[in-house]
Nanobody
């Protein structure tokens, strides 16, 4: 099993930056962290989980939601089993619980992700 633990959330003001991190441990019978595509999703109460960004297993391909494009940057360090999300120019509508997730397929659909962290709260004040 793969375990994912997020950190870095907090309360910031509009326009501020925040960097989220996700550390992976464990493995499946066929893959370690470096063999998974990984991504960030976010969720606010009463709404479905929303795709933010993803990155392929080797880090060569990234995908962003329209909301994240130009403001957020996803990166991974397979040697450290880490996934990061640098968030700049934060807005109040970025307020959500942010989750990292791992997938053998990747992409923007939450249904494709097999392993999830517990989430970290990001709150952006106006």
């Amino acid at each position: 099993q793969m375990q994912l633990v997020e950190s870095g959330g907090g309360l910031v003001a509009t326009g501020d930056s925040l960097r989220l991190s996700c550390v992976a441990s464990g493995r499946t019978s066929t893959r370690t962290f470096s063999g998974f595509a990984v991504g960030w999703f976010r969720q606010v109460p009463g709404k479905e989980r929303e795709f933010v960004a993803s990155i392929s297993w080797i880090g060569g391909t990234t995908l962003y939601s329209d909301s994240a494009k130009g403001r957020f940057t996803i990166s991974r360090d397979n040697a450290k089993n880490m996934l990061d999300l640098q968030m700049n120019s934060l807005r109040p509508d970025d307020t959500a619980v942010y989750y990292c997730a791992a997938s053998t397929l990747g992409g923007p659909s939450a249904d494709e992700y097999e392993f999830w962290g517990q989430g970290t709260q990001v709150t952006v004040s106006s």
